[in-house]
């Protein structure tokens, strides 16, 4: 009852005024949340101070603002398609979410109000460096960028490590460390015999019962996290529609270069044109965002920022 009644004296009242444009405490307390649980995004060290969060938090109120300005000076809208995918985001996250937010005091009608401005943040990213824009990037620039940083594969992994009894996962000693990629070598000679990555898998799965492989196409970009370091460059230096067996501290893997016919690597590109474009533009369109934003006069109410930071555990003494 004591946070309901909190709440109630702060809902909608003005928190940061952006050159005239008010924003409340919920939308606020949704930036500052955001800021502290993913500091390294917006600029910060893993463990910033109170202050830097804080400041921030107000930047990206300010970009949020400037956002929402830009768009109408450019006299641009959301398409109902874009609008219908905000909505379909916010409830999603509302689904899984809902508790935590309605617990921190915003309600699903500001959330709805942030999902349609990271739509306009789009929608003016698109506009200036998609098709047609202003600085509208080559699609042969966007190609490269994709050729250059995207790969499609087939894999068998092994992990090199057991578990003892206690459950602990365990290195393997020296010769069963060279059995296991000793296997895979064998494996990859079958397949560059002929042998199909599926015939592999089963192979393999019937010698080692309860172990789970696969001969799933797989697509990965350069600098994803899912596989050892390395395994991106590697994997890229193979010649496509060749094999090979690759070994890091903790796995080995009997990779295959995929080679996929024109038409599935068009769809692959379509699927993934949008992230290279980002990859190639973001930073430049954020320092854009952000040179636009610090035109805008901002006029804080300290009192209410404060009750903000202590709502999302942040100490203002």
Not at 16 to 29: K, M, P, Q, R
Not at 35 to 52: F, R
Request: proline share 1%.
């Amino acid at each position: 009852m004591l946070f309901s009644f909190a709440s109630c004296s702060t809902k909608g009242k003005t928190v940061i005024n952006v050159s005239g444009a008010e924003i409340d405490y919920e939308t606020f307390l949704y930036f500052l949340d955001t800021v502290k649980s993913s500091p390294v995004k917006y600029g910060l060290s893993e463990k910033p101070d109170a202050k830097q969060i804080k400041q921030a938090a107000i930047e990206q109120c300010k970009q949020y603002v400037a956002v929402n300005t830009w768009l109408k000076e450019e006299k641009l809208s959301l398409s109902q398609n874009e609008k219908s995918a905000a909505a379909d985001k916010l409830n999603n996250t509302w689904r899984i979410f809902s508790h935590y937010y309605e617990e921190l005091g915003i309600s699903k009608q500001i959330l709805m109000k942030i999902m349609l401005g990271e739509a306009n943040r789009n929608r003016l990213f698109y506009y200036i460096f998609d098709e047609g824009g202003e600085n509208a990037v080559a699609e042969e620039d966007i190609k490269a960028f994709y050729e250059n940083n995207y790969i499609t594969f087939r894999a068998i992994n092994v992990y090199l490590s057991k578990y003892d009894s206690n459950g602990k996962a365990v290195a393997l000693n020296d010769k069963e460390r060279k059995a296991a990629i000793a296997e895979l070598e064998d494996l990859n000679q079958k397949l560059i015999d002929g042998m199909s990555t599926k015939d592999i898998a089963e192979l393999y799965q019937t010698k080692h019962p309860g172990t789970s492989v696969s001969d799933q196409l797989l697509f990965i970009k350069k600098d994803a996290n899912s596989y050892p370091d390395g395994f991106f460059d590697k994997v890229k230096a193979l010649k496509t529609g060749t094999s090979d067996v690759l070994v890091s501290d903790e796995y080995a893997f009997l990779v295959l270069h995929e080679d996929i016919n024109a038409e599935d690597a068009q769809q692959y590109y379509s699927l993934y044109r949008d992230d290279c474009l980002k990859s190639l533009k973001g930073e430049e369109f954020d320092a854009l965002v952000k040179e636009y934003a610090d035109k805008f006069k901002v006029d804080v109410n300290d009192k209410l920022v404060n009750k903000a930071m202590e709502a999302v555990g942040i100490n203002v003494k």
